[in-house]
C-alpha cells in the first residue's frame, strides 16, 4: 500500500515517515507541505492512502480531500490533526479515519487498516460541522497532462456545454469535470445563474445592458474573456440577477 | 451571577438592590422607623406627646418609604437598564417626586380635616422641610448602595479574572502539536528534543503560576521568548518574530500571561494560516508614566475570519487589565487591512523587584 504524508510542518511529516518507515505492509512514497502540492502528487505517484493534516494555510485538509476525491481512482483519505473537537466529533459520527498527534503507531495502522474512500456529500457535512468553509477555494481543472487548482475568486464565469464546464478565469479557459448544477449549489454565495448554463461571478459584473433585439446583457468588468452571446440574460433569471446586483 | 460571567454583558449587574424582595422592605420599614423614631426625639417639645407625636411622623415617613419601594420595584428593571450612574440620578428623581406627592396629599389632608401636630408651618416651608431632610436621607442610602454595588463589582471582576486566568492557558492545539514535533526530534535530533522538552516544561510552569498575578515584564518577554522557540521548531521559515522592546524598562509590573497568549494568538490566526508565513512584531514604547506594548501579525486577505476563539483571548486579557488597572489601562484593537493589531497600554509601574 503506497502512502502519501501531507502536512504543513515538517517534523510533523517526518514524524509520520519514520513510522511508516517501520511498517512493512505499507510503503511511504513521498510528502507535500500543502494541499495544492498534495493534489498534484497525488496525481503523479497514485497513492493508495493520503495521510492529510486537517489544519493546512491555503487549501486545508477537507478541500485537499474534495480535489483527490476527483480523480481517477481517487486514494482513500486518514485525517491528521492535534486537536480540533468540532472536527473529531464530525470524524466519530460518520465513521471516517483520523489519527490525533501526537502519532500512536498502533493507531496509524489500525486507520490506515480501515482508510476508505470519503464521499463529497460527506466531506460538505463534516466541512460543516467543524466550521470550516463549505464552498472550496479553488476548482480542480485536469488535462492528459497537467493539474491546474483555479481560484475560486479568479473566476468570472462557469459555461456548461453537452459534456463538460468550462471555466473562464483570469489566466485563461479550462475545462472541468463538476457539474453545473453542483457549482450552482456550492458557489451560490459569490455566483449567479444568468442563463440555465451559465454562472457568473456577482463581483465581476459590471452592469446589465439592453441589446438591440430587447434582451439583457451582462456587462463583465474584464470583457475579453466570455463571447457576448453567451452572457444574455434569460427572462426567468433576470429578476434574480437584478436583485444580486443591488447587494440585496 | 450567571449573567455576570459573560463578559460582553457586564451591564447585567445589579447595581440597585432587589426592592421587591420582603427582606428589602423589612430593612427598609425598619430604617424608617428609625428615622421617624430620630425625628422626633429632635421635634418634640413635651413629654406627653412624644409616642403620638412619633406615630404621626412614623405614619408619613412609612408611606414614603413604602410607596417609593413599591415605585421602585416596578421600574428597577427599567432604571438597572440605564447604567449606573443613571440609575442612581432616575432613582433619586423618582424618590424625591414620591416625596413632594406624599407631603402634598399630608397637607391637603390636613387642611381638609383639622390640625395635626407634625404640620404646623407654611405650605412651602412644609413642603421644603420634608424635601430637604427626604434628600438627605436619599443621598446617604444612595452612598451606600453605590458602595456596595462596587464592592459587590470588583468581587465579580475579581472571579471572572480568575476564570480569565484559567481559560488563558495554552491551547491544546499548541500542546500536542509540540508533543507531536518532539516525538519526531526524538529521533531525527535528540538535542532538540531535549531543548523542546525543557522550554516546554518551562512555559507549562509559567502557564501553572498563579496567573492573577502580576510579574516583571522580564519574566513575561522570556516566556513569550519560550513560546517562540517551540513554535520555530514546528513552523520553522514560515515563523519571523522582531522583537523591539529595548524601550521597556524590564522590572516594569504587567499582569502574567499578557504577552505570550498574544503572541499565541499572532501565530494560531495569523502566521499558520499563511502558506508562506510571515513576521509578527512586537514593539514596547515608553510614553511618559505610561508603557505601550504593540503586537502585530499578518492575516490572510478576503478569508472569513473566524474570530470565536480569538475574541476569548482578547476579552480575557481586557477583564485582567480592567481588573489591574481599571480606566488607566487599555486594550485596542485593529484589525483593518492585512494585518491584526493589538496595543496594551498601561500605567508604569517599577515595584520593588524580587530580583
Given at each position: 500500500m503506497k502512502v502519501l504524508v501531507v502536512d504543513d510542518e515538517q517534523p510533523a511529516r517526518a514524524r509520520l515517515r519514520q513510522l511508516l518507515d517501520d511498517e512493512?505492509?505499507?510503503?511511504?512514497v513521498g510528502e507535500a507541505g500543502n494541499g495544492k502540492d498534495a493534489v498534484l502528487l497525488s496525481a503523479e505517484l497514485?497513492?493508495?492512502?493520503v495521510l492529510l493534516d486537517?489544519?493546512?494555510?491555503?487549501?486545508?485538509g477537507i478541500e485537499t480531500a474534495h480535489h483527490l476525491n476527483m480523480q481517477d481512482n481517487p486514494p482513500a483519505i486518514v485525517f491528521t490533526t492535534a486537536y480540533d473537537e468540532y472536527a473529531i466529533d464530525a470524524f466519530d459520527a460518520r465513521a471516517i479515519g483520523y489519527v490525533l498527534k501526537p502519532v500512536r503507531r498502533a493507531k496509524l495502522t489500525a486507520a490506515l487498516e480501515q482508510a476508505s474512500r470519503l464521499a463529497p456529500s460527506t466531506l460538505i457535512s463534516v466541512a460543516s460541522q467543524a466550521n470550516?468553509?463549505?464552498?472550496?477555494k479553488h476548482v480542480c481543472s485536469r488535462s492528459q497532462t497537467e493539474l491546474k487548482l483555479i481560484p475560486v475568486?479568479?473566476?468570472s464565469c462557469f459555461r456548461a456545454d453537452q459534456k463538460y464546464v468550462t471555466v473562464y478565469h483570469d489566466s485563461g479557459q479550462d475545462l472541468i469535470d463538476d457539474s453545473l448544477r453542483a457549482l450552482v449549489d456550492e458557489f451560490s454565495d459569490d455566483f449567479v445563474r444568468i442563463h440555465r448554463s451559465a454562472l457568473v461571478a456577482v463581483a465581476r459584473i459590471d452592469r446589465i445592458e439592453k441589446t438591440d433585439d430587447g434582451k439583457s446583457r451582462v456587462v463583465l468588468?474584464?470583457?475579453?474573456?466570455?463571447d457576448d452571446e453567451e452572457l444574455i440574460i434569460s427572462r426567468r433569471h433576470l429578476a434574480e440577477v437584478r436583485r444580486r446586483l443591488k447587494g440585496v | 451571577m450567571i449573567a455576570a460571567n459573560d463578559p460582553d454583558n457586564?451591564?447585567?449587574?445589579?447595581?440597585?438592590?432587589?426592592?421587591?424582595a420582603a427582606s428589602t422592605l423589612f430593612i427598609i420599614v425598619l430604617v424608617a422607623e428609625l428615622i421617624a423614631i430620630m425625628l422626633t426625639l429632635a421635634s418634640?417639645?413635651?413629654?406627653?406627646q412624644f409616642l403620638i407625636e412619633l406615630s404621626e411622623t412614623s405614619f408619613f415617613v412609612l408611606w414614603i418609604a413604602l410607596l417609593g419601594t413599591a415605585l421602585m420595584c416596578q421600574l428597577t428593571s427599567y432604571l438597572e437598564a440605564a447604567g449606573q450612574t443613571r440609575a442612581f440620578v432616575m432613582s433619586f428623581v423618582v424618590l424625591e417626586l414620591t416625596c413632594l406627592v406624599v407631603a402634598e396629599s399630608a397637607w391637603q389632608l390636613t387642611r381638609i380635616f383639622g390640625q395635626s401636630l407634625i404640620i404646623e408651618d407654611a405650605h412651602t416651608k412644609f413642603l421644603l422641610r420634608t424635601m430637604a431632610i427626604n434628600s438627605i436621607v436619599m443621598a446617604l442610602a444612595m452612598r451606600y448602595l453605590y458602595i456596595s454595588s462596587e464592592w459587590r463589582r470588583s468581587i465579580v471582576l475579581e472571579a471572572q479574572a480568575r476564570i480569565s486566568a484559567l481559560q488563558a492557558l495554552i491551547r491544546p492545539h499548541f500542546l500536542f502539536n509540540s508533543m507531536n514535533t518532539i516525538a519526531s526530534l526524538t529521533r531525527t535530533d535528540p538535542r532538540r528534543a531535549e531543548e523542546a522538552i525543557e522550554d516546554l516544561s518551562d512555559l507549562l510552569r509559567a502557564n501553572l503560576g498563579n496567573a492573577t498575578n502580576r510579574s516583571s515584564l522580564k519574566q513575561e518577554l522570556e516566556t513569550a521568548a519560550i513560546y517562540q522557540r517551540i513554535e520555530k521548531l514546528r513552523l520553522g521559515d514560515r515563523l519571523n518574530v522582531r522583537w523591539?522592546?529595548?524601550?521597556?524598562?524590564?522590572?516594569a509590573r504587567i499582569p502574567s500571561l499578557t504577552i505570550q497568549p498574544l503572541l499565541e494568538n499572532a501565530i494560531y490566526h495569523g502566521i499558520e494560516l499563511l502558506p508562506d508565513g510571515g513576521e509578527v512584531t512586537v514593539t514596547g514604547t515608553r510614553d511618559g508614566d505610561h508603557l505601550e506594548i504593540t503586537i502585530s501579525n499578518p492575516v490572510p486577505i478576503g478569508e472569513k475570519r473566524n474570530t470565536g476563539g480569538n475574541k476569548m483571548a482578547m476579552s480575557n486579557i481586557r477583564q485582567r487589565f480592567e481588573l489591574a488597572y481599571g480606566s488607566k489601562g487599555s486594550v485596542n484593537i485593529d484589525d483593518a487591512g492585512d494585518r491584526f493589531t493589538v496595543s496594551l497600554r498601561f500605567p508604569l509601574d517599577e515595584g520593588e523587584d524580587e530580583e
Amino acid at each position: 500500500m503506497k502512502v502519501l504524508v501531507v502536512d504543513d510542518e515538517q517534523p510533523a511529516r517526518a514524524r509520520l515517515r519514520q513510522l511508516l518507515d517501520d511498517e512493512e505492509s505499507y510503503e511511504y512514497v513521498g510528502e507535500a507541505g500543502n494541499g495544492k502540492d498534495a493534489v498534484l502528487l497525488s496525481a503523479e505517484l497514485r497513492p493508495d492512502i493520503v495521510l492529510l493534516d486537517i489544519r493546512m494555510p491555503g487549501l486545508d485538509g477537507i478541500e485537499t480531500a474534495h480535489h483527490l476525491n476527483m480523480q481517477d481512482n481517487p486514494p482513500a483519505i486518514v485525517f491528521t490533526t492535534a486537536y480540533d473537537e468540532y472536527a473529531i466529533d464530525a470524524f466519530d459520527a460518520r465513521a471516517i479515519g483520523y489519527v490525533l498527534k501526537p502519532v500512536r503507531r498502533a493507531k496509524l495502522t489500525a486507520a490506515l487498516e480501515q482508510a476508505s474512500r470519503l464521499a463529497p456529500s460527506t466531506l460538505i457535512s463534516v466541512a460543516s460541522q467543524a466550521n470550516m468553509s463549505v464552498a472550496r477555494k479553488h476548482v480542480c481543472s485536469r488535462s492528459q497532462t497537467e493539474l491546474k487548482l483555479i481560484p475560486v475568486t479568479e473566476i468570472s464565469c462557469f459555461r456548461a456545454d453537452q459534456k463538460y464546464v468550462t471555466v473562464y478565469h483570469d489566466s485563461g479557459q479550462d475545462l472541468i469535470d463538476d457539474s453545473l448544477r453542483a457549482l450552482v449549489d456550492e458557489f451560490s454565495d459569490d455566483f449567479v445563474r444568468i442563463h440555465r448554463s451559465a454562472l457568473v461571478a456577482v463581483a465581476r459584473i459590471d452592469r446589465i445592458e439592453k441589446t438591440d433585439d430587447g434582451k439583457s446583457r451582462v456587462v463583465l468588468r474584464d470583457k475579453s474573456q466570455v463571447d457576448d452571446e453567451e452572457l444574455i440574460i434569460s427572462r426567468r433569471h433576470l429578476a434574480e440577477v437584478r436583485r444580486r446586483l443591488k447587494g440585496v | 451571577m450567571i449573567a455576570a460571567n459573560d463578559p460582553d454583558n457586564e451591564s447585567t449587574q445589579a447595581y440597585l438592590p432587589d426592592f421587591c424582595a420582603a427582606s428589602t422592605l423589612f430593612i427598609i420599614v425598619l430604617v424608617a422607623e428609625l428615622i421617624a423614631i430620630m425625628l422626633t426625639l429632635a421635634s418634640h417639645d413635651a413629654e406627653h406627646q412624644f409616642l403620638i407625636e412619633l406615630s404621626e411622623t412614623s405614619f408619613f415617613v412609612l408611606w414614603i418609604a413604602l410607596l417609593g419601594t413599591a415605585l421602585m420595584c416596578q421600574l428597577t428593571s427599567y432604571l438597572e437598564a440605564a447604567g449606573q450612574t443613571r440609575a442612581f440620578v432616575m432613582s433619586f428623581v423618582v424618590l424625591e417626586l414620591t416625596c413632594l406627592v406624599v407631603a402634598e396629599s399630608a397637607w391637603q389632608l390636613t387642611r381638609i380635616f383639622g390640625q395635626s401636630l407634625i404640620i404646623e408651618d407654611a405650605h412651602t416651608k412644609f413642603l421644603l422641610r420634608t424635601m430637604a431632610i427626604n434628600s438627605i436621607v436619599m443621598a446617604l442610602a444612595m452612598r451606600y448602595l453605590y458602595i456596595s454595588s462596587e464592592w459587590r463589582r470588583s468581587i465579580v471582576l475579581e472571579a471572572q479574572a480568575r476564570i480569565s486566568a484559567l481559560q488563558a492557558l495554552i491551547r491544546p492545539h499548541f500542546l500536542f502539536n509540540s508533543m507531536n514535533t518532539i516525538a519526531s526530534l526524538t529521533r531525527t535530533d535528540p538535542r532538540r528534543a531535549e531543548e523542546a522538552i525543557e522550554d516546554l516544561s518551562d512555559l507549562l510552569r509559567a502557564n501553572l503560576g498563579n496567573a492573577t498575578n502580576r510579574s516583571s515584564l522580564k519574566q513575561e518577554l522570556e516566556t513569550a521568548a519560550i513560546y517562540q522557540r517551540i513554535e520555530k521548531l514546528r513552523l520553522g521559515d514560515r515563523l519571523n518574530v522582531r522583537w523591539d522592546v529595548a524601550a521597556l524598562p524590564m522590572r516594569a509590573r504587567i499582569p502574567s500571561l499578557t504577552i505570550q497568549p498574544l503572541l499565541e494568538n499572532a501565530i494560531y490566526h495569523g502566521i499558520e494560516l499563511l502558506p508562506d508565513g510571515g513576521e509578527v512584531t512586537v514593539t514596547g514604547t515608553r510614553d511618559g508614566d505610561h508603557l505601550e506594548i504593540t503586537i502585530s501579525n499578518p492575516v490572510p486577505i478576503g478569508e472569513k475570519r473566524n474570530t470565536g476563539g480569538n475574541k476569548m483571548a482578547m476579552s480575557n486579557i481586557r477583564q485582567r487589565f480592567e481588573l489591574a488597572y481599571g480606566s488607566k489601562g487599555s486594550v485596542n484593537i485593529d484589525d483593518a487591512g492585512d494585518r491584526f493589531t493589538v496595543s496594551l497600554r498601561f500605567p508604569l509601574d517599577e515595584g520593588e523587584d524580587e530580583e
